[in-house]
């Protein structure tokens, strides 16, 4: 089945106590996408990839790193997590673009 | 940063009828709008998209209408059903990066 997966769907932490969210997806994408979800906001762009060892910022940089090593893994590293990260995260991937974005389930993230 | 705005946050509508969802863009220069649902508890899902060289896109029971002289997009739901009760976000795409707007809840009253 094509999908995009991410690891863990929740995660409560601490601040500064350095976490990566997993998003793998099995459709041989070029592109992959990073946002954060947060009520009357919608989403927000982090960080993309437009392919291995290609990465870029989004609207929202700050405070996130990501890796893109291997077409299907495009991890979200947060060093130092603080509260105002906490959100609704969600990863993307498309075959190229412009083109349609298939969106994961969802990481929802808790920074105490 | 880029706009993407909504004119209504909630829209409610009777089952059966039409529904009309619009949005509105910023920057002239995109050139891919795409219309996301997105339901309780799931990850935003696909429902149909258009590029700036057309005014009008249909698939199956919905419609995107695109007026680039106003920037404006809009998203018609044919024969409203409850399972299209959910939050619905136009997108917009420019230089690599994607731009959503907040959103507009449907409900679908039965």
């Known amino acids: 089945e094509a999908q995009v997966t991410q690891n863990p769907r929740y995660l409560i932490t601490v601040t500064g106590k350095k976490l990566t969210v997993t998003c793998s997806q099995n459709?041989?994408?070029?592109?992959m996408s990073w946002y954060r979800q947060d009520p009357g906001l919608g989403l927000r762009q982090i960080y993309y990839?437009?392919?291995?060892?290609?990465?870029d910022k989004g609207d929202v940089p700050e405070g996130y790193k990501v890796s893109r090593k291997e077409k299907r893994n495009f991890p979200l590293i947060l060093e130092s997590p603080s509260p105002n990260q906490t959100s609704l995260y969600f990863c993307a991937s498309s075959l190229s673009l412009p083109d349609t974005q298939y969106f994961g389930p969802g990481t929802r993230l808790t920074v105490l | 940063g880029e706009s993407v705005g909504l004119h209504l946050p909630t829209l409610s509508v009777q089952e059966g009828d039409n529904s009309i969802i619009n949005c509105a863009y910023s920057n002239s220069a995109s050139d891919y709008f795409i219309w996301y649902k997105q339901e309780s508890g799931k990850g935003p899902q696909f429902i149909i998209d258009i590029r700036s060289n057309m005014d009008k896109r249909q698939g199956q029971r919905v419609t995107v209408l695109l007026n680039k002289t106003v920037k404006h997009l809009s998203l018609q739901i044919a024969a409203t059903q409850p399972g299209d009760s959910a939050v619905y976000f136009c997108a917009e795409y420019n230089f690599n990066k994607f731009y959503f707007g907040s959103g507009t809840k449907l409900n679908v009253k039965p």
């Open positions: 459709m041989n994408h070029e592109y």
């Open positions: 990839s437009m392919n291995v060892e290609v990465t």
